[in-house]
Structures are given as structure tokens and as C-alpha cells.
């Protein structure tokens, strides 16, 4: 619910510049349905104001922003922990090579065979449908 209502204020405070909220140093105070809502423009906390008790008690809202840059910074740490162990896996491991020409003569040789196999078999398939002998 905080969060439209920040975005709101924000775009109040943008569209109507001192005209809404007057700045008298540093921080912006801007009427909202609770009570007023606190910016300060030096650090950029905002708290919601309200009348509790007789009293005036501001509460710091909660930025949501706040957690997504722990999240941003945990995921940047993550991030070079993996690039690190990248750079160890590929120095250890060896590089890689292509087959050798004996490696494939040999594979030629053995795909030839399959395939003078499946051709054979294919031819006899052939004969016996010509033959009418079902299969």
C-alpha cells in the first residue's frame, strides 16, 4: 500500500515542485491521508507523520529499495565468487583439442560399415516387397 502512495507523492512533488511542498531546508513535508509524509531530501528517508496520542510520531517507511540493494550487492559478490572459480576450472583443466586424423579414419571406417549395412537391408526390404512376400 506504501508503495503507490510513495510513487504519488513522488510524482506530486516532481509535477508541482515547491508549490505543494514548501522546502525550508531539509526536508519536504507533503499532506497525505495518514498525516504528512516526511522527505528527507539529504538522505532520502521518508517517514509517515501522524498524530498519535496528542503527540506527533513520525515512523521511517520501509524502502523497499533498501533491500533490493543488499540483494544487488550479494548477487555482485555471488557473481565473483563464480567468475574466480571459472578462472581456476578452466587453468586447471586441459584444453581442448580436435581428433586426430587416425581418430577420424576410424570413425569413417565405422560409419561406413553402418551404413553399407542399412543400405543392404534396405535393398533386401526392397526385394522382398517386390516379391510380394509381406513383412
Not at 512533488?13 to 511542498?21: M, R
Not at 507523520?49 to 548477487?75: F, H, M, S
Not at 583443466?93 to 549395412?117: C, Y
Request: with cysteine.
Amino acid at each position: 500500500m506504501l508503495r503507490p502512495l510513495l510513487l504519488a507523492i513522488s510524482i506530486i512533488l516532481t509535477a508541482h515542485g515547491a508549490g505543494a511542498a514548501e522546502i525550508t531546508g531539509r526536508y519536504v513535508l507533503e499532506k497525505v491521508e495518514q498525516g504528512f509524509l516526511r522527505l528527507d531530501t539529504a538522505t532520502g528517508v521518508m517517514a509517515l507523520c501522524a498524530a498519535k496520542a496528542g503527540l506527533w510520531q513520525c515512523e521511517t517507511v520501509r524502502d523497499n529499495g533498501l533491500d533490493l540493494t543488499k540483494e544487488l550487492a550479494d548477487l555482485r559478490a555471488e557473481n565473483e565468487k563464480l567468475k574466480s572459480r571459472l578462472a581456476e576450472l578452466e587453468k586447471a583443466g586441459a584444453p581442448t583439442k580436435l581428433p586426430s586424423d587416425q581418430d577420424v579414419d576410424r570413425m569413417m571406417d565405422i560409419f561406413g560399415k553402418m551404413l553399407d549395412r542399412f543400405l543392404d537391408f534396405a535393398r533386401e526390404m526392397d526385394g522382398k516387397s517386390k516379391n510380394g512376400t509381406s513383412l
